[in-house]
């Protein structure tokens, strides 16, 4: 496992970006649940975020695409609406203790 970050830097309803041995991720708190994905759009093989560390749509009840748009669930990662219906981001095993986020990197 490998330290992702302290859960106070990523607070309820945000995301933030991460690169850990050249890998890139990213983390959603969802009303204090975390979740983890590589940074990849199963779309088209690139990264998600609009600018750096947002990844979530404006009303932040998703993940979405900058490129094309697609929706991905926060909690499964599964693309709902956009060009990808059925796909998934890829899942990043995490798990937080003592206030911080650790990962199990693929
Ligand atoms: S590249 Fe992500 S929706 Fe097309």
Same mark, same amino acid.
């Given at each position: ?7 106070? +830097?990523?607070?309820?309803? +945000?995301?933030k ?14 009303q204090?649940?975390i ?13 998600l975020?609009?600018k750096p560390h947002?990844?979530l749509?404006l009303?932040k ?7 094309h ?9 599964e693309c ?9 981001l890829t899942?990043?095993?995490? +798990?937080?203790k003592?206030?911080?986020?650790w990962?199990?990197?693929?």
């Open positions: 496992m490998q330290l992702l970050c302290t859960l106070d +830097t990523l607070p309820e309803d +945000t995301s970006g991460f690169q850990l041995d050249d890998i890139s991720l990213f983390a959603v708190n969802k204090g649940q979740h983890v994905y590589l940074n990849l759009c199963p779309h088209r093989g690139v990264p975020e609009w947002q990844f749509d009303e009840n998703f993940i979405q695409c900058a490129t748009g697609a929706l991905f669930s926060i909690d499964n990662g709902i609406a956009g060009p990808c219906p059925g796909e998934m899942s990043i095993s995490s +798990t937080v003592n206030g911080q986020v990962v199990t990197l693929p």
